[in-house]
Nanobody, 124 residues
Framework: VQLQASGGGLVQAGGSLRLSCVAS????????MGWFRQVPGKEREFVGT????????SYADSVKGRFAISRDNTDFTVSLEMYSLKPEDTAVYYC??????????????????WGQGTLVTVSS
């Protein structure tokens, strides 16, 4: 499975942005999907997950209530809607796929496939 993330850019604090991740080359439907982010010099951190059928989502406390993950299994896409963005949300955002489709975890090691990342910069 190949994952292609897009939608990053520069946005002012308080603004919104939508990231997309398109899967190709394999089975997408059964996989749980996750979003992670990384700031240079820091570890990659969990942002949120969505189960294989979209029924269950989970979020890091730092983004809960501001970010929303959705997926469309008909066009193999998962999205991350980001609202009320803060400068501390600045990072490279990665989408990833895990075989744990029913209850995707927040652990990086559980993810089998990763996208290349898309940069989000939030100015103050």
């Amino acid at each position: 499975v190949q994952l292609q993330a897009s939608g990053g850019g520069l946005v002012q604090a308080g603004g919104s942005l939508r990231l997309s991740c398109v899967a190709s080359g394999g089975t997408f439907v059964g996989y749980g999907m996750g979003w992670f982010r990384q700031v240079p010099g820091k570890e990659r951190e969990f942002v949120g997950t969505i189960s294989w059928n979209g029924a269950t989502t989970s979020y890091a406390d730092s983004v809960k209530g501001r970010f929303a993950i959705s997926r469309d299994n008909t066009d193999f896409t998962v999205s991350l809607e980001m609202y009320s963005l803060k400068p501390e949300d600045t990072a490279v955002y990665y989408c990833a796929a895990t075989r744990y489709g029913v209850a995707p975890t927040m652990n990086l090691v559980d993810y089998d496939y990763w996208g290349q990342g898309t940069l989000v910069t939030v100015s103050s």
